[in-house]
């Protein structure tokens, strides 16, 4: 299989992102979301929320957010939290390609974190879906070295099978299921670990949780 264009895919996850929220009611874009203390809102508009910062605002966030990525965020998404859901929506719409720090790796940083986040959403609502699989293989692949995400810290020793998808990476005690839920787990969602299996999963467990 050939290696897809990684900003080709992140701006398809994005459209799918989008047309989810437009479905979205009042009281969908008030819930809890997976992302301790963030609404539905606030993950939607974290996903594209560094897109149309300049290079100085973007070194400026990292500043006052002490270079934590938790804090970092923060800084960012508080330039948004008067939006509205439409104007979140359009929010989103004007940014289905990624571009400034979203754009980085080619796209990976824009498909990883929006593929996470977008299931963020839709598990919290329970309304889950089939990610594509030239979509999920990549963001497997690219989670597990991410630098702001825990996936490669949460699966050493563990060797990942996906059951659904061509997938399988790592050395060690297995863990397996669904792609998406190796996904969701490693990245730190205690949500995804009912739906995995094998030795290694309570390591994985006593990780995250």
Same mark, same amino acid.
């Given at each position: 299989?050939?290696?897809?264009?990684?900003?080709?895919?992140?701006?398809?996850?994005?459209?799918?992102?989008?047309?989810?929220?437009?479905?979205?009611?009042?009281?969908?874009?008030?819930?809890?979301?997976?992302?301790?203390?963030?609404?539905?809102?606030?993950?939607?508009?974290?996903?594209?929320?560094?897109?149309?910062?300049?290079?100085?605002?973007?070194?400026?966030?990292?500043?006052?957010?002490?270079?934590?990525?938790?804090?970092?965020?923060?800084?960012?998404?508080?330039?948004?939290?008067?939006?509205?859901?439409?104007?979140?929506?359009? %929010?989103? $719409?004007?940014?289905? =390609?990624?571009?400034? *720090?979203?754009?980085?790796?080619?796209? @990976?940083?824009?498909?990883?974190? !929006?593929?996470?986040?977008?299931?963020?959403?839709?598990?919290?609502?329970?309304?889950?879906?089939?990610?594509?699989?030239?979509?999920?293989?990549?963001?497997?692949d690219f989670?597990?070295?991410?630098?702001t995400l825990?996936?490669?810290?949460?699966?050493?020793?563990?060797r990942l099978?996906?059951?659904?998808?061509?997938?399988?990476?790592?050395?060690?005690?297995?863990?397996?299921?669904?792609?998406?839920?190796? %996904?969701? $787990?490693?990245?730190? =969602?205690?949500?995804? *670990?009912?739906?995995?299996?094998?030795? @290694?999963?309570?390591?994985?467990? !006593?990780?995250?949780?």
């Amino acid at each position: 299989m050939s290696k897809p264009n990684l900003m080709s895919v992140a701006e398809e996850e994005r459209a799918d992102l989008l047309a989810l929220l437009r479905e979205l009611t009042a009281a969908q874009w008030e819930a809890q979301s997976l992302c301790a203390g963030w609404r539905v809102r606030d993950v939607a508009t974290h996903v594209v929320s560094y897109d149309e910062l300049s290079r100085t605002q973007t070194v400026g966030a990292f500043a006052r957010g002490g270079l934590r990525p938790s804090k970092v965020n923060e800084v960012v998404l508080a330039r948004y939290r008067q939006l509205d859901a439409d104007q979140i929506i359009d %929010l989103v $719409a004007r940014n289905r =390609r990624p571009r400034g *720090l979203s754009a980085g790796f080619k796209g @990976g940083i824009a498909l990883t974190d !929006g593929t996470i986040h977008h299931q963020d959403i839709r598990r919290a609502l329970g309304q889950p879906r089939v990610i594509p699989e030239h979509r999920l293989v990549p963001v497997l692949d690219f989670s597990l070295s991410a630098p702001t995400l825990p996936s490669k810290n949460n699966s050493r020793g563990l060797r990942l099978i996906a059951t659904d998808v061509d997938w399988t990476r790592g050395e060690g005690l297995d863990v397996c299921g669904p792609g998406e839920a190796l %996904l969701m $787990a490693v990245a730190g =969602r205690v949500d995804a *670990l009912d739906e995995l299996g094998g030795e @290694g999963l309570p390591t994985l467990s !006593g990780r995250i949780r």
